[in-house]
């Protein structure tokens, strides 16, 4: 009974680019039952801490049925009338997250939201179709940033290609004789 391992998470685990391919590894049950932050299956981890809140370490865990994780989250259970990745939108949204930041206390490096800030936001809810809706249209949204991200890389790779061949050709003498030949 006491050697079971249980899911855990560390900030490193955490997925702060979408949120959603966070890790976990597991660790036996005896080392971390008590001094770390237990959540249940879909509960979203909300950093708290700097600079882990300004670089996004939010994410949901649906990948798990619960576990414990580091003590610098805050685990958020939706409701029954919430869908859990509306809530994580909700938490990674740029106005949300700068609303925490603000709310910060503590030494600067060491600074951490209080509790207090996350109680008071206030988060609307329309029914779980319109949720649902939202989450279709944030999520196809997301595949065109990624997509337009690869687009953008292969041209920038594709120009870094055309720098160094015009340079090659400069050092070689051949970009004047092209020069020469326009003019």
Sequence with gaps: YWKWKVPF???????????????????????????????????VLVAKITPCTENNKTAIMSNINGGFATTEVYPIQALESLNPEYLLFYFRSPEIRE????????????????????????????????????????????????????????????LKSLKSSI????????LWEVFRKKN
Excluded at 116 to 144: F, R
Excluded at 167 to 174: D, I, P, T, V
């Design 9 to 43: 998470v560390s900030m490193s685990d955490i997925d702060q680019f979408t949120g959603i391919n966070s890790k976990f590894e597991l660790k036996p049950y005896e080392e971390i039952k008590t001094g770390y932050t237990k959540f249940e299956k879909n509960s």
């Design 99 to 158: 609303q925490l930041i603000l709310n910060m206390i503590g030494a600067t490096g060491r600074q951490r939201v209080p509790s207090e800030s996350i109680k008071k936001l206030s988060l609307p809810i329309p029914d779980l179709t319109k949720q649902k809706n939202v989450i279709e249209y944030i999520k196809s949204l997301q595949i065109k940033i990624e997509k337009t991200k690869i687009d953008l890389n292969k041209k920038l790779e594709s």
């Design 167 to 174: 340079l090659n050709s400069a050092f070689k003498g051949e």
